[in-house]
């Protein structure tokens, strides 16, 4: 992965609010026993992979552009584009599960749905957190 | 007491679930027009019907729905596409 400086940016203004809405929803997680305190829970933890998703994108359209004026070649921009693209996948892919897990919760009853949805969107927004932040 | 915004979304909400149904309600008479008597034509129906119902009421309840995750999760990846495309184009521009 590519290290650059990155001046304060929306990321970081994201990634604020994933953190809050994070806080709010271990919170909320505490005591959802109720069907009204599982939908708050689950609005939470979607507001919360919402905000992670939108810094990341963030992110990545200024590292791309960071990748582009960095090159010294359009081959090798190229290539260095690629190579961040095949290493950015998993990232993707963690969104993915993080949304799809969050559907299930919202389609369901049960306490394991709940957990693992937002066990996914509280994992999943500390570690964008570190992306972007080990990148500055 | 509701106020004004929400009656608007419950208004938009509603009047989107009555396109829903129009069109599951026309799918509905094309199916038993070609299938007169098929029971599993009928429960189709109202099993799509009951679908658009949940999801309204859901709306209404401001529950989060899998259609506001699906939309959340193809934002992500039509974003994802445009950065890959600005940032070719911006190559291309750099070398050209």
Same mark, same amino acid.
């Given at each position: 992965? #590519?290290? #650059? ?40 933890? /979607? ?15 200024? #590292?791309? *552009? ?9 081959? *090798?921009?190229?290539?260095? /584009? ?9 990232? $993707? ?14 389609? *369901? ?22 992306? $972007? &932040?080990?990148? &500055? | 007491?509701? %106020?004004?915004? %929400? =009656? !608007? ?13 129009? +069109? ?10 070609? !299938?007169?008597? !098929?029971?599993?034509? @009928?429960? +189709? ?10 999801? =309204? ?7 989060? +729905?899998?259609?506001? @995750?699906? %939309? ?7 974003? =994802? ?6 940032? %070719?184009? +911006?190559?291309?521009? !750099?070398?050209?």
């Amino acid at each position: 992965m #590519h290290t #650059h400086r990155f001046p304060r940016s929306p990321a970081s203004t994201y990634l604020f609010l994933g953190l809050v809405c994070l806080g709010m929803l271990v919170t909320s997680l505490n005591s959802a026993c109720t069907r009204s305190q599982r939908v708050e829970t689950i609005q939470t933890s /979607l507001l919360a992979v919402t905000s992670a998703r939108d810094g990341f994108t963030t992110w990545d359209r200024v #590292h791309q *552009q960071t990748i582009v004026d960095a090159a010294t070649s359009k081959e *090798q921009g190229l290539a260095l /584009l690629a190579d961040y693209r095949e290493k950015r996948r998993p990232w $993707i892919e963690r969104f993915e599960v993080a949304f799809r897990a969050l559907a299930v919760a919202a389609t *369901q009853t049960d306490e394991v749905s709940l957990s693992a949805a937002v066990a996914l969107a509280t994992e999943l927004v500390q570690a964008i957190e570190d992306l $972007i &932040k080990g990148s &500055k | 007491m509701a %106020d004004a915004t %929400d =009656v !608007k979304h419950i208004l938009t909400i509603a009047a989107a679930a009555v396109d829903a149904i129009e +069109s599951v309600t026309k799918i509905a008479r094309q199916t038993l027009d070609q !299938k007169p008597g !098929k029971l599993e034509a @009928v429960l +189709s129906v109202l099993s799509a019907i009951a679908a658009v119902g949940e999801t =309204v009421a859901a709306g209404i309840r401001g529950e989060v +729905s899998v259609e506001m @995750v699906q %939309d959340a999760l193809t934002e992500m990846r039509a974003t =994802v596409t445009q950065n890959d495309l600005a940032a %070719d184009t +911006s190559l291309d521009a !750099k070398f050209r």
